[in-house]
Nanobody, 123 residues
């Protein structure tokens, strides 16, 4: 049974940092891409970042480029999202996803999802 479990969310002031973790289990993810998405109240779930597990290639949404960094630890089967210079508009539930998407920013192309972790940035 595949499980993606996010952690690390919380409340932080604008300009602060948080690191989210996504612990993956239940299958081999070496051939997959691991993505982070987020959903703010009343908005669509949007793409944040993705990493190709095997070779480490990354891609970011323009809104987070230069502030967020996605990485993975093969030994721990865990993907991270380091978030720096946080802004109030980064407030959302952050979801980890796994799959083999052709279009990495398209959420419907991901096969597995975590339950989400809340990130709140105060001004």
């Amino acid at each position: 049974q595949v499980q993606l479990v996010e952690s690390g969310g919380g409340l932080v002031q604008a300009g602060g940092s948080l690191r989210l973790s996504c612990a993956a289990s239940g299958r081999t993810f070496s051939g997959y891409r691991m993505g982070w998405f987020r959903q703010a109240p009343g908005k669509e779930r949007e793409f944040v970042a993705v990493i190709t597990w095997s070779i480490g290639n990354t891609y970011y949404a323009d809104s987070v480029k230069g502030r967020f960094t996605i990485s993975r630890d093969n030994a721990k089967n865990t993907v991270y999202l380091q978030m720096n210079s946080l802004k109030p508009e980064d407030t959302a539930v952050y979801y980890c996803a796994a799959g083999s998407p052709y279009r990495v920013a398209t959420r419907h192309e991901y096969e597995y999802w975590g339950q989400g972790t809340q990130v709140t940035v105060s001004s």
